[in-house]
């Protein structure tokens, strides 16, 4: 009950300051959609082709504007805030409420993933009504989309989470948490398609967790993937999930073992 009221009073206040949302969106979109769009253009006239690797110059201008609205649900581009309460000492706090800390550190990030899926689906329709819809996008591709974005969200949690958890013993996580966060838009399909990626590079992403972060929800709801390969990446995100999960409650009982509680 304490998470649910968590989560709606994250919820009124985010949709309360919903400007540095678009703010934030509109300045990433300039710059990501400017620089992709001169490069891809230029990559399609000089093939002299109509599709590569699937994408036409239209669904690859779409996957990069889906791509910072997807970070933002998955909350990809920021910790979830669990290393700065173990620095300020204001952990202590949670420590002493009825309910678990990652139960409202969750409803928290689901509260500001669900501000941003809906954002997400309000953008879609108004591409769509513009440009028009790409083929294989539909209901279906929307339902399997949204069902890779919570997945990617919780994975991303939970990644983060075991991160932070570093800060029990480390001054300062932000730089080993810019590194996760390069090689989540590498690998993970933010800096381009993993389909233009070699062969042997796919199988080997195929193992790892980034690319349920990113390029597997957009594939999704761009309709690019089956129900086998959806179910394939679901629980690829699950098996990193439990993984991430593990780790993160290992290191949160020996963490709290030195924890002081004074801050930093």
């Known amino acids: 009950m304490i998470a649910w009221r968590f989560y709606l009073n994250n919820l009124q206040r985010l949709v309360s300051y919903r400007a540095e949302f678009w703010i934030g969106f509109v300045g990433t979109l300039i710059s990501q959609i400017g620089v992709a769009y001169f490069l891809w253009r230029a990559i399609f006239h000089a093939r002299g082709v109509e599709t590569l690797r699937g994408y036409t110059f239209g669904g690859m201008m779409l996957y990069y504007l889906l791509v910072p609205l997807v ?3 998955g909350h990809v581009q920021d910790m979830a805030g669990f290393s700065g309460e173990i620095y300020d ?29 809906c ?18 996008f539909s209901a279906v591709s929307i339902l399997q989309g949204i069902i890779a974005l919570g997945a990617s969200a919780t994975l991303c949690f939970f990644l983060s989470a075991t991160v932070e958890m570093v800060a029990f013993w480390a001054d300062n996580v932000w730089s080993l948490w810019i590194l996760v966060r390069m090689t989540i838009s590498l690998l993970g399909g933010g800096m381009i398609p993993l389909t233009f990626f070699p062969v042997w590079a796919r199988a080997a992403l195929a193992w790892l967790p980034f690319g349920s972060l ?6 999704c709801l761009l309709g690019k993937t089956g129900w086998g390969e959806w179910m394939a990446g679901l629980l690829s995100a699950f098996a990193w999930t439990g ?18 509680g004074v801050g930093i």
């Open 89 to 117: 000492g204001g952990l202590s706090r949670y420590l002493l409420y009825p309910v678990s800390y990652f139960r409202i550190k969750y409803a928290a990030n689901l509260a500001q993933a669900t501000v941003y899926l």
């Open 214 to 219: 990113i390029d597997f929800p957009i594939r």
């Open 71 to 73: 970070e933002r649900v």
């Open 119 to 136: 954002q997400l689906v309000l953008i879609l329709l108004g591409y769509g009504i513009a440009f028009g819809l790409p083929a294989g």
């Open 243 to 260: 993984i991430f999960g593990a780790a993160t409650a290992v290191l949160w009982r020996r963490g709290l073992k030195s924890y002081a």
